[in-house]
Antibody
Framework: QVQLKESGPGLVQPSQTLSLTCTVSGFSLSSYGVIWVRQPPGKGLEWMGVLWGDGNTNYNSLFKSRMSITRDTSRSQVFLKMNNLQTEDTAMYFCARELWVYDYWGQGVMVTVSA | DIQMTQSPPSLSASLGDKVTITCQAS??????IAWYQQKPGKAPRLLIR???TLESGTPSRFSGSGSGRDYSFSISNVESEDIASYYCLQYVDLPRTFGGGTKLELK
């Protein structure tokens, strides 16, 4: 069955780089895209970017200058990197499968930016 | 970017009520609207795609409608398990954008 699972550090210091991994199973990264969405505590969902099945990417302009999404198809993993983290980047980060809409999601990983 | 204005931000309902949430887009989204349900501490769950197409497993008391810039989502007979937050999503253009969310609470 289709599954996605995010992993990464729960605590990041201000100005440091966030590195998250989304490990997928039950589908091929060459056939489906994967998106990243974040949700600050008590707030709404924010679309960050997508890695398409063909390997191309699109990013929200809010983050474009400091984030990248890459993958390792052999390991069924998608990576999110975002640099220069600030306290306002504290959020739950989700990955989800993309096929127009987002039908399968990971459980999310909480990232806190604090010294 | 397409802005999605969702209202109301919160809604109080009794069991058995009908509730309606609206999303207005800043431009025509050509029916490329999805609706998600999110419970605390959980990932969003896809309920409806393309304005009104229910996903497998979505109860028939949920419905969606609309066109152009204006869309709505309804629950016809609120049950306790429907207490959650709801979000619209436009997927006609990049970046995709979510509405601000509606928190449904029991009266």
């Amino acid at each position: 069955q289709v599954q996605l699972k995010e992993s990464g550090p729960g605590l990041v210091q201000p100005s440091q780089t966030l590195s998250l991994t989304c490990t997928v199973s039950g589908f091929s990264l060459s056939s489906y895209g994967v998106i990243w969405v974040r949700q600050p505590p008590g707030k709404g969902l924010e679309w960050m970017g997508v890695l398409w099945g063909d390997g191309n990417t699109n990013y929200n302009s809010l983050f474009k200058s400091r984030m990248s999404i890459t993958r390792d198809t052999s390991r069924s993993q998608v990576f999110l990197k975002m640099n220069n983290l600030q306290t306002e980047d504290t959020a739950m980060y989700f990955c989800a499968r993309e096929l127009w809409v987002y039908d399968y999601w990971g459980q999310g990983v909480m990232v806190t930016v604090s010294a | 970017d397409i802005q999605m204005t969702q209202s109301p931000p919160s809604l109080s309902a009794s069991l058995g009520d009908k509730v309606t949430i609206t999303c207005q887009a800043s431009q025509n989204t050509k029916n490329y609207i999805a609706w998600y349900q999110q419970k605390p501490g959980k990932a969003p769950r896809l309920l409806i795609r393309f304005t009104s197409t229910l996903e497998s497993g979505t109860p028939s008391r949920f419905s969606g409608s609309g066109s152009g810039r204006d869309y709505s989502f309804s629950i016809s007979n609120v049950e306790s398990e429907d207490i959650a937050s709801y979000y619209c999503l436009q997927y006609v253009d990049l970046p995709r954008t979510f509405g601000g969310g509606t928190k449904l609470e029991l009266k």
